[in-house]
């Protein structure tokens, strides 16, 4: 009889402990679908911006007139006319402006930094989902054990993509030796 009883008590804890667990496991499923969803609104707002961005052209061009004819993309007369700039006066890259150089500048800035959130956010969106889908078929089909396993690595993962989604990276603590 009190061996029966010590079993149930086993049994019951260890039920009470899967529960426990199950509500946890549920909390990092939500947590990681939010974050997901917030990646993905921000990724298709960054695509929306770099999609829809007009890139201003200098006056000057990129190329000087005779470079531009030297392979083969000099316009013919008929749009020369049309764009009422004398064309064979271009001078390219050295007729730039310090206007000119700063308004380059902060579109290529821009355009780095646009890719650069995209790239981001698509790797938090990658992360979430597939921290979901695998943290849930480890904790229903894996061995004993594999809840907590589970659940340890989802937190893990949670704490990753949240960190990715918000652009912060933490100082990985280097040991410190003492001077000779």
């Known amino acids: 009889m009190l061996y029966a009883d010590k079993e149930n008590l086993k049994t019951t ?6 529960s426990v667990r199950e509500k946890e496991m549920g909390f990092y499923e939500r947590n990681l679908s ?29 190329l000087s007139y005779a470079q531009e004819e030297f392979f083969g993309l000099a316009p013919l007369n008929t749009t020369i006319v ?13 007729g730039w402006t310090y206007r000119d150089w700063f308004q380059q500048l902060f ?20 992360t979430c989902e597939l921290t979901n889908i695998l943290g ?8 004993d054990g ?7 690595r989802m937190a893990e993962h949670n704490t990753f993509a949240l ?3 918000m652009c912060y990276r933490r100082a990985r603590a280097r040991p410190r030796t003492s001077p000779p």
């Open 13 to 18: 804890v260890a039920q009470e402990l899967l």
């Open 146 to 152: 594999s809840v907590d396993r589970a659940v340890s």
């Open 82 to 94: 049309e764009l009422g700039i004398e064309w064979e006066h271009r001078t390219g890259i050295s």
């Open 107 to 126: 579109q290529l800035f821009h355009l780095i930094s646009t890719i650069m959130g995209i790239l981001l956010q698509l790797w938090t969106v990658y």
């Open 34 to 62: 939010m974050v997901g969803t917030h990646a993905t609104l921000v990724l298709g707002f960054s695509f929306t911006i770099l999609s829809n961005y007009q890139f201003q052209t200098p006056v000057q061009g990129y």
């Open 136 to 143: 849930l078929h480890m904790a229903l089909r894996g061995p």
């Open 163 to 165: 960190r990715r989604f």
